[in-house]
């Protein structure tokens, strides 16, 4: 089992549609969790921190159910420019120091068309 | 405001020759990365510097060294490349507390011919 899974995608939705990403982690001690937004051939960002209690950040909503081991990404109102891959991202976790090394998942394509 | 800067944006070289890639940040950062990120693979950690003078594997360091002589720079070095090092490297530092996002640069397009 990968660490991190994500929906495979693509996600194809037109201007306006909510579209959910799902994404499951197999570390029960998973302390930190993110979404980033990866451009066609440019670096990943950061889009958010996912937080216990859920966090938005405009059309952006985050949330994490600790019990399933899950993570969501739910967009609103989609716009032209939300087409990226987004990546789902955990900390790794095991008995020794681990600088800070994140897991990243494979990444789920959207595609926002007019 | 840099961030986190790659040197060189995109390289070609021939197979058996070396070369080196800089990465520098300027936001006092404790730990940095070096990432390769192939189609189909999504991006995988060579090796990490969690301060200083240290380094340490990641998932794949094989062809790969790296030092990190000065906090703010960190060298990924191919000693002899090989075309299965071809690939889109990048570079990220995040603070060494617990729950920190890592701040990637804008990457280095290598191509081993």
């Known amino acids: 089992r990968k660490e991190v899974e994500q929906d495979p995608g693509p996600f194809n939705v037109p201007e306006g549609a909510t579209v959910a990403f799902n994404c499951t982690y197999s570390?029960?001690?998973?302390?930190?969790f993110f979404w980033y937004r990866q451009d066609c051939r440019k670096e990943p960002k950061l889009l958010m921190s996912v937080y216990s209690s859920g966090n938005e950040d405009g059309r952006f909503t985050a949330q994490l159910n600790r019990a399933s081991q899950y993570i969501s990404l739910l967009i609103r109102d989609s716009k032209l420019s939300d087409s990226a891959t987004y990546l789902c991202?955990?900390?790794?976790?095991?008995?020794?120091?681990?600088?800070?090394?994140?897991?990243f998942g494979q990444g789920t394509e959207l595609s926002v068309k007019p | 405001n840099a961030g986190v800067t790659q040197t060189p944006k995109f390289r070609v070289l021939k197979t058996g020759q070396s070369m080196t890639l800089l990465c520098a940040q300027d936001m006092n950062h404790e730990y940095m990365y070096w990432y390769r990120q192939d189609p189909g693979m999504g991006l995988r950690l060579i090796h990490y510097?969690?301060?200083?003078?240290?380094?340490a594997k990641g998932e794949v360091p094989d062809g790969y060294n790296v030092s990190r002589l000065k906090k703010q720079n960190f060298l990924l070095g191919l000693e002899s490349a090989a075309p299965s090092q071809t690939s889109v490297y990048f570079c990220?530092?995040?603070?060494?507390?617990?729950?920190?996002?890592?701040?990637f640069g804008d990457g280095t397009r290598l191509s081993i011919l």
């Open positions: 510097s969690v301060g200083e003078g240290t380094t």
């Open positions: 570390n029960s001690a998973s302390q930190s």
């Open positions: 990220a530092s995040s603070y060494s507390e617990d729950n920190q996002p890592q701040h």
């Open positions: 991202v955990v900390n790794a976790v095991n008995f020794y120091n681990q600088g800070g090394k994140l897991i």
